[in-house]
């Protein structure tokens, strides 16, 4: 089993920034997609933003330019550093990681909430 386990949500101020952080842990053969997905009030949940073993991103066209994620694989690692951030960004943010072998595992989600 892989655990997942994300951080660095909170509350922030419009035009703010955040970091979250997310590591997978447990009975793991390799991690090859990393990704953050948010789900916000009465919506569906949504990929963010993705990132490949070799680096490779994928953004949501909401907040290209403005997000960036990253990861470090030897920790089994991913981050997503939030940027100028909107009312709009506020959500619950889910960490997802695909094992090559155990399959994919969803973190408990973190709050961000924009807001002034």
């Known amino acids: 089993q892989v655990r997942v386990v994300e951080s660095g949500g909170g509350l922030v101020q419009p035009g703010g920034s955040l970091r979250l952080s997310c590591a997978a842990s447990?009975?793991?053969?390799?991690?090859?997609?990393m990704g953050w997905y948010r789900q916000a009030p009465e919506k569906q949940r949504e990929l963010v933003a993705s990132?490949?073993?070799?680096?490779?991103?994928n953004y949501a066209d909401s907040v290209k330019g403005r997000f960036a994620i990253s990861r470090d694989n030897n920790k089994n690692t991913v981050y997503l550093q939030m940027n100028s951030l909107k009312p709009e960004d506020t959500a619950v943010y889910y960490c997802?990681?695909?094992?090559?072998?155990?399959?994919?595992?969803w973190g408990q989600g973190t709050q961000v909430t924009v807001s002034s």
């Open positions: 990132i490949t073993r070799g680096g490779s991103t």
């Open positions: 447990g009975n793991i053969y390799s991690i090859n997609n």
């Open positions: 997802n990681a695909q094992d090559v072998i155990r399959g994919g595992s």
